[in-house]
């Protein structure tokens, strides 16, 4: 028993110093592959916060606008235009604060952090 658990133990040590060094296993909010400079580290961690107050009072108000779209489905009559209206104004909330974002981190980033930058923008779609 003891073997067995020294086995994995030192499976678990082998796979974690593998994994140390690749760009593909780490925390999708930690942006210390972008090698940031510390003026540009203040001015993305200022643009990072913004986007998440944004956010979050963004999906506050998503979920009152997903409320009362589910509540056309129970309408004798399904109201297509409105429900359509209610997720445009969904997907236009979330361009804009996408575009707030971006357009900081533009003027902030250089063409190879834009790219490493994109990457996590990737991973947090996908979370």
């Known amino acids: 028993m003891k073997s067995y658990i020294f086995l994995i133990l030192a499976m678990m040590l082998a796979l ?3 994994y140390a060094d690749d ?3 780490r925390f999708p909010m930690d942006l210390h592959d972008l090698k940031l400079s510390p003026q540009q580290h203040k001015a993305v961690e200022s643009a990072m916060k913004e986007y998440q107050h944004d956010y979050r009072r963004f999906h506050r108000q998503n979920e009152q606008i997903e409320k009362e779209s589910n509540l056309l489905l129970l309408d004798p009559i399904f109201d297509e235009k409105t429900f359509r209206t209610k997720n445009m104004e ?3 909330g979330s361009i804009e604060i996408r575009i707030r974002l971006f357009s900081r981190l533009h003027t902030i980033l250089t063409p190879e952090q834009k790219r490493r930058f994109i990457r996590h923008i990737e ?3 996908i979370e």
Do not use: K
Request: hydrophobic residues 35%; glycine residues 0%.
């Open 16 to 18: 974690t110093h593998a």
């Open 123 to 125: 991973e947090w779609d």
């Open 90 to 92: 969904m997907a236009r």
């Open 23 to 25: 760009d593909n296993h």
